[in-house]
Structure formats: structure tokens, C-alpha cells
């Protein structure tokens, strides 16, 4: 079966500190990886989407990037943290190859305050 | 482009009373629709979602969706709730074919069942 690892689960960073969120998929091959990130218990921000290594999209310009360098590995990094990248970041995978029906598999998630 | 409204921002229930969380959405075409729930803390986790087929569609926990085309709404349901219930509900949607693959989430419900 497929199963999504997202850490750390939590993290308290100085602003002006730099990031990396590390996620990883098992027990499948080329998924679709997403990362969001969700304020205030509610509404979810598409951050970025990646449909294979080394191809990424972003929805929102920020100061934070994405990186793909294996095939189920998605990373999410920034180099000078804000005050306003506080939140709780979510990755999630997909069946890729346009499989639209795919439900989004998440992770736990990585509640992130910048102090 | 597509998009999904969950009108009500809470929902209240008491414990053994059925429940509905309302979901309408726009896309062009014929959907896929998806219902996730949310506990404190945690990442989303898929509950059911319709393709194709019979109008009624059964996931997980005991829970239920309707679609309804001629209403563009995916309403999901319960005939009695439980206290264990009480979490956040997304409703997404993704066009069949053609257009974004990217899934267009709702600002979610909070669920709230009473004892």
C-alpha cells in the first residue's frame, strides 16, 4: 500500500532563518506531489504541484521554492524565513498520467511558526 | 476555470441526529467530486468521491454523498451522527477531461456534533 511521510511534524524557526520540509511517498511510481499550506484551520493554498523530477509549478510567488529531485521525494525550502510563512504545510500525492479520478493523499502535516 | 462553495461555515448537530454538509461547484463539463475530512492537527483524508454511476455514492465512517447535476451539488450526509464526527470537511472537484488536473478545493465546513 502507499504511504505519504511528511516531518518534522513541528518546527519553530527565527524569521530570517532558512527552511527545508521534507516529504516522501512509498508503493508507488511518477505520483503528481503537491504542497499547500492551510492558515488558520481553514482554507487550503496550493503552493506548488510537481508532475515529475525536476518539474515544478508554482501557483503563488512567495519567497518559498520546491524542489523534486527523485521521483517520490518533494522538498519545500526557503532561505530567509518570514513572519507571515507561519501555518501548517500539507504535502500530498496523486496518481499521475492524468488520472483525474485520483483522490489527493495527504500527509500530517508540518505546523511551522516563525517567530 | 472550476470552483467549489461550501456555504456554511459551521454546521451543529446533536449526537444521533442525521447531518448534512452542503457542497455546490462549477466545472466544465462532467465532474469528479471528492469529500475530505480533517482532524485537529492532522493532514486530509479522503472520505469517497462520485465518478460516474449511481447518484449516491458510500465512503468511509458510515458517510455518504449525493450528486445532483441538474443542482451542480455533492451534499454529504450521515443518518446519525456521532460525537467522534466533529473534524473540518472539504469538498474538491476536478473536471473529467481537459482544463486544470489540479484539484479546487472549498473553504471546508466545521463539523460540530453536540453530545
Known amino acids: 500500500s502507499q504511504t505519504i511521510h511528511q516531518w518534522p511534524a513541528t518546527l519553530v524557526q527565527p524569521v530570517g532563518s532558512p527552511l527545508s520540509l521534507e516529504c516522501t511517498v512509498e508503493g508507488t511510481s511518477n505520483p503528481n506531489l503537491y504542497w499547500y499550506r492551510q492558515a488558520a484551520g481553514r482554507g487550503l493554498q496550493l503552493l506548488f504541484y510537481s508532475v515529475g523530477i525536476g518539474q515544478i509549478s508554482s501557483e503563488v510567488p512567495q519567497n518559498l521554492s520546491a524542489s523534486r529531485p527523485q521521483d517520490r521525494q518533494f522538498i519545500l525550502s526557503s532561505k530567509k524565513l518570514l513572519l507571515s510563512d507561519s501555518g501548517f504545510y500539507l504535502c500530498?500525492?496523486?496518481?499521475?498520467?492524468?488520472?483525474?479520478?485520483?483522490?489527493?493523499?495527504f500527509g500530517n502535516g508540518t505546523r511551522l511558526t516563525v517567530t | 476555470a472550476q470552483s467549489v462553495a461550501q456555504p456554511e461555515d459551521q454546521v451543529n448537530v446533536a449526537e444521533g441526529n442525521p447531518l448534512t454538509v452542503k457542497c455546490t461547484y462549477s466545472v466544465s463539463g462532467n465532474p469528479y467530486l471528492f469529500w475530505y475530512v480533517q482532524y485537529p492537527n492532522r493532514g486530509l483524508q479522503f472520505l469517497l468521491k462520485?465518478?460516474?454511476?449511481?447518484?449516491l455514492v458510500k465512503g468511509s465512517y458510515g458517510f455518504e454523498a449525493e450528486f445532483n447535476k441538474s443542482q451542480t451539488s455533492f451534499h454529504l450526509k450521515k443518518p446519525s451522527a456521532l460525537v467522534s464526527d466533529s473534524a473540518l470537511y472539504f469538498c474538491?472537484?476536478?473536471?473529467?477531461?481537459?482544463?486544470?488536473?489540479?484539484?479546487?478545493f472549498g473553504r471546508g465546513t466545521s463539523l460540530i456534533v453536540h453530545p
Open positions: 462520485y465518478i460516474t454511476g449511481d447518484n
Open positions: 474538491a472537484v476536478r473536471p473529467t477531461s481537459g482544463g486544470s488536473y489540479i484539484p479546487t
Open positions: 500530498a500525492w496523486s496518481l499521475g498520467a492524468n488520472s483525474y479520478n485520483s483522490p489527493l493523499h
